[in-house]
């Protein structure tokens, strides 16, 4: 069955836009805070990995379904690594480093069991969005309680709405990603449409965090600006 004109066109546009907002984020670079940078190298990866589905799907008809196992390896890695630059104490960033080598050691372990490369990697990825939303939700927190800046001011606000979006967005799509190809084309093509629109939401507020007033990021760099007090 053809594929309708709009789901194409909302395809292009979606990838055309996660391509512009890493463009953004390249254009500013020197500008930006190390988080933020963290952030610039997750969305050129997004971007060339879709880039890589389509080649490796349309042109060269390569089932690749396996390349979404490393695309969920290495955005936990790039997320953790942006929640661990705005970590609130010494214990809040051994969390993320300890939650980050079990998710590791868990995905390594499932590649090998429960979830081999023939197959969409519905466990790990709902574990790793599960993990990735509760730090989202703690970050949130941490922020709404903090007045010494503007929440629109606030790079880790936009960052943490856009991953909200993103990560809550698209659960659902992976976390069901076997049950999804037993469904019919249609229905599978309007939910990936929704994933789609929740992508360029996401990057919108990913643009926005680019052009936000650097701020201290960690407790290490706070403790070091009361020092300097």
């Not at 989202?136 to 606000?157: G, K």
Request: hydrophobic fraction near 55%; charge should be positive.
């Amino acid at each position: 069955m053809k594929t309708p004109i709009i789901y194409v066109i909302l395809y292009y546009l979606t990838v055309t836009i996660e391509g512009f907002a890493g463009g953004v984020g390249i254009y500013r670079y020197k500008k930006l805070s190390k988080p933020l940078r963290y952030l610039v190298w997750l969305l050129t990866f997004w971007f060339l990995m879709s880039i890589i589905e389509f080649l490796v799907d349309k042109l060269l008809h390569i089932h690749n379904i396996w390349l979404l196992h490393y695309v969920t390896f290495i955005e936990t890695i790039f997320t953790m690594a942006i929640f661990y630059q705005w970590r609130t104490s010494k214990i809040n960033g051994l969390l993320y480093i300890v939650s980050t080598i079990l998710f590791l050691i868990i995905w390594v372990i499932g590649k090998f069991t429960i979830e081999t490369m023939e197959f969409g990697d519905n466990f790990t990825v709902s574990i790793s969005y599960i993990l990735i939303i509760s730090f989202i939700v703690y970050l949130m927190l941490h922020i709404m309680r903090e007045d010494n800046i503007s929440l629109t001011n606030d790079a880790r606000f936009w960052v943490a709405s856009g991953f909200c979006i993103y990560f809550s967005g698209t659960f659902l799509l992976f976390a069901l990603f076997n049950f999804m190809l037993s469904i019919p084309r249609e229905i599978m093509q309007k939910i990936f449409v929704l994933n789609w629109l929740f992508t360029i939401i996401s990057d919108a507020f990913f643009v926005r965090s680019f052009f936000c007033k650097p701020i201290n990021a960690g407790i290490i760099h706070q403790s070091q600006s009361i020092a300097n007090l």
